[in-house]
């Protein structure tokens, strides 16, 4: 069995209820494997998960320069810029959904959290301009097309406001 197969099984049996069991077994593979950017990044979701938030981050730190790819720093992203915004720390959980966006643009996951930092940050307006942006760009139903150049107006007028240059709301008319 391979490392990644044991960190499967490990995340596979966790209770997000109780993830005392799931740090334990995870510890053994830390110590094993300090530096192995799929054991951080377990370990930091699990800390995550049980709400410890603090030491999740600087697991996920050490995840993100110890190397993940392809979808499992996907996640990480998300994780991470979550966990910033649970701590407070708007601005950087930003800066890392801006990052992370840029490389995964094709993730609605990441432009959601976004909008939940920038909610949480106070900047309601563009929170819910992100979200039309979402809904435009990854809903992909007759209704939703035929009104895309209302919801793409309004999500820019909304988002004028976040500026301070208001503007009149566009009509959902047919287009």
């Not at 976004?114 to 929170?127: K, M, P, Q, V, Y």
């Not at 999500?155 to 208001?166: K, Q, T």
Request: glycine share 8%; net charge negative.
């Amino acid at each position: 069995m391979t490392l990644d197969d044991e960190l499967d099984l490990i995340v596979e049996r966790r209770n997000r209820d109780n993830m005392q069991p799931t740090i334990d077994a995870l510890m053994p593979y830390y110590a094993a494997h300090p530096e192995n950017a799929r054991v951080l990044y377990e370990v930091g979701g699990a800390y995550d998960t049980a709400g410890q938030e603090d030491l999740a981050r600087g697991f996920y730190e050490m995840a993100l320069a110890a190397g993940l790819d392809g979808d499992l720093l996907r996640r990480c992203y998300v994780q991470y810029g979550s966990t910033l915004r649970n701590l407070g720390a708007y601005d950087r959980s930003l800066e890392v959904f801006e990052a992370a966006r840029a490389a995964f643009p094709d993730s609605p996951a990441l432009g959601a959290f976004e909008a939940i930092t920038l909610h949480a940050a106070g900047r309601s307006n563009e929170s819910v301009a992100a979200l039309l942006d979402l809904v435009v760009n990854f809903v992909s139903t007759p209704d939703i097309a035929r009104y895309t150049p209302a919801i793409n107006g309004n999500a820019a007028s909304i988002r004028a406001l976040e500026n301070g240059h208001p503007q009149g709301a566009i009509p959902a008319e047919d287009q």
